[in-house]
């Protein structure tokens, strides 16, 4: 393709947006558009930088402010397009490239709308929104903007093994996998485990960070893992455990479903677009401790063999909508402006 595409992303820790970045990097690279992400600024962010080493992506960082943009833009010829991810991004990212005449795409990646100076970021970046060409990963995220195209996650799929093996056959492994936030529900979470330390055959896994780290309890059957290798959460659980409040698509969503995991999570955000209850896995009425004790017995006293056709249920609609074919179609259309 004769057009580069610079990923441009304030980024502090190893979440949702991260895996994104990652996975469009492999799509993009894979499709022959040269891309590298672009950093407003160096947060120390080892562990991301550390998968986009393994991944061979390039990476590079601005000073945290926005003549640096400028100057960096003012480099780019007239070919690079510049796509945004995340509100601190999109808003100086728009602002410069309607300066320096560069394309300008973003994708709105969150479902909640903050509080505080969160808050008053998120709706200046939407105010700011008719400055670029837009995707959201959501329909509610969509609803919410006046100009923009779903373009739901993706990932590059694993094989299929239509087989659902516990880690310990003896123990049923129910995982966390997010930002240490209030809206991603750990302290749900951290309840749940606390009301089922009665049982002996369930143990809770919490990976990632956040500002709710330091209140994640000390129990017997619950352990905190931080932030670590993709690749060593999911050899860790049996179960995606999503106590979200609100949400986006979760990327451990698709993550979790491609590894042959089972979901039980609550119905917000694009979620119940791929989770129908007792079909491709379990919604919970509520986000409460509560209903997810109640999915989590009800998952013990699942036939096996339900249990696979379940989550292979999910893996062929995790196939058929998120393995990137149809989402690198409506990026190429953007990028190029056709």
Not at 128 to 149: D, G, M, Y
Not at 174 to 203: H, T, W, Y
């Given at each position: 393709?004769?057009?580069?595409?610079?990923l441009?992303?304030d980024?502090?820790m190893?979440?949702?947006?991260e895996?994104?970045l990652?996975?469009?990097?492999k799509?993009?690279?894979?499709n022959?558009?040269s891309?590298?992400?672009?950093?407003?600024?160096?947060?120390?962010?080892?562990?991301?930088?550390?998968?986009l080493?393994?991944?061979?992506?390039r990476?590079e960082?601005?000073k945290g402010?926005?003549?640096?943009?400028?100057?960096?833009l003012?480099t780019?010829?007239?070919?690079?397009?510049?796509?945004t991810?995340?509100?601190?991004?999109g808003?100086?990212?728009?602002?410069?490239?309607?300066v320096t005449?560069h394309?300008c795409?973003?994708t709105?990646h969150?479902?909640e709308a903050g509080?505080g100076?969160?808050?008053?970021y998120?709706?200046l970046?939407k105010?700011?929104?008719?400055?670029?060409?837009?995707f959201?990963?959501?329909?509610?995220?969509k609803?919410s903007?006046?100009n923009?195209t779903?373009?739901?996650?993706?990932?590059a799929i694993?094989?299929?093994n239509?087989?659902?093996?516990?880690?310990d056959?003896k123990?049923?492994n129910?995982?966390?996998v997010?930002r240490?936030?209030?809206?991603?529900g750990?302290?749900?979470?951290?309840?749940l485990?606390?009301?089922?330390?009665?049982?002996?055959?369930?143990?809770?896994h919490?990976f990632?960070?956040?500002?709710?780290?330091?209140?994640?309890p000390n129990?017997?059957?619950?352990?905190?893992?931080g932030?670590?290798e993709?690749?060593?959460i999911?050899?860790?659980?049996?179960?995606l455990?999503?106590?979200?409040?609100?949400?986006?698509?979760?990327m451990?969503?698709?993550?979790?479903i491609?590894?042959?995991?089972f979901?039980?999570?609550?119905a917000?955000?694009?979620i119940?677009?791929?989770?129908?209850?007792?079909?491709?896995?379990f919604?919970?009425?509520?986000?409460?401790?509560?209903?997810?004790q109640?999915?989590?017995?009800k998952?013990l006293?699942l036939?096996?063999?339900?249990?696979k056709?379940?989550?292979?249920n999910?893996?062929?609609?995790?196939?058929?909508?998120f393995?990137?074919?149809?989402?690198?179609?409506l990026l190429?259309k953007a990028y190029?402006?056709?």
């Amino acid at each position: 393709m004769d057009y580069n595409v610079v990923l441009f992303v304030d980024s502090s820790m190893l979440g949702g947006i991260e895996t994104h970045l990652v996975e469009l990097s492999k799509l993009l690279t894979q499709n022959r558009i040269s891309n590298n992400i672009m950093f407003y600024e160096d947060h120390k962010n080892q562990a991301f930088y550390a998968l986009l080493n393994k991944e061979n992506i390039r990476y590079e960082f601005l000073k945290g402010n926005l003549s640096s943009l400028l100057k960096k833009l003012k480099t780019f010829d007239s070919k690079t397009v510049v796509h945004t991810h995340g509100y601190k991004a999109g808003i100086f990212g728009r602002l410069a490239c309607k300066v320096t005449k560069h394309r300008c795409i973003s994708t709105y990646h969150a479902g909640e709308a903050g509080t505080g100076k969160l808050k008053i970021y998120n709706k200046l970046d939407k105010l700011l929104s008719p400055l670029s060409t837009n995707f959201a990963v959501s329909e509610q995220i969509k609803a919410s903007l006046k100009n923009a195209t779903l373009l739901e996650n993706f990932i590059a799929i694993n094989s299929s093994n239509s087989h659902f093996n516990r880690c310990d056959n003896k123990t049923l492994n129910i995982g966390f996998v997010g930002r240490l936030s209030f809206e991603k529900g750990p302290d749900i979470f951290c309840r749940l485990a606390e009301n089922m330390q009665q049982d002996l055959d369930i143990k809770f896994h919490i990976f990632g960070d956040g500002p709710l780290k330091g209140e994640v309890p000390n129990l017997h059957n619950l352990q905190y893992h931080g932030l670590v290798e993709r690749n060593d959460i999911w050899s860790k659980i049996d179960v995606l455990l999503i106590c979200s409040r609100e949400e986006g698509l979760p990327m451990a969503l698709l993550e979790a479903i491609s590894e042959q995991k089972f979901i039980i999570s609550s119905a917000v955000g694009a979620i119940p677009s791929i989770i129908k209850h007792d079909e491709t896995g379990f919604l919970m009425l509520e986000a409460n401790a509560q209903h997810c004790q109640y999915q989590v017995e009800k998952l013990l006293l699942l036939p096996e063999e339900q249990t696979k056709n379940i989550i292979n249920n999910a893996y062929n609609i995790l196939e058929e909508r998120f393995s990137g074919k149809q989402q690198f179609l409506l990026l190429q259309k953007a990028y190029t402006g056709t």
